[in-house]
């Protein structure tokens, strides 16, 4: 799963939804202040290699284009992210790479 970012045109968008094992953020454009500030209220800061992303904005950005299993791999996924302390304090927003 990856979330692509373009910070100069203040773009989001999911790519490769039903890819459970990876997630990560393709930014181009600007570093991860200037993605937070793309992503608005589906984002925060983390560091400068990493940027939080609502849960809730990644299943918004899937609906309509995911079959009925997707939330599934979804929740073990985000499961997951929770196991290796990937997920913030109120566990609604996961943590990304950004590249």
Known sequence: MIITVDCAAGRVSLEQPDV???FHVAATGGDA?????????????ADDEHVFVAVESIRAWARGRVGDDWEVGFGKMVDYARS????????????????
């Open 33 to 45: 202040a200037a993605v937070v500030a793309a992503l608005g209220a589906d984002g925060k800061a």
């Open 20 to 22: 459970f094992t990876q």
């Open 84 to 99: 290796k302390g990937w997920l913030d304090e109120a566990g609604t927003h996961i943590r990304a790479h950004l590249e």
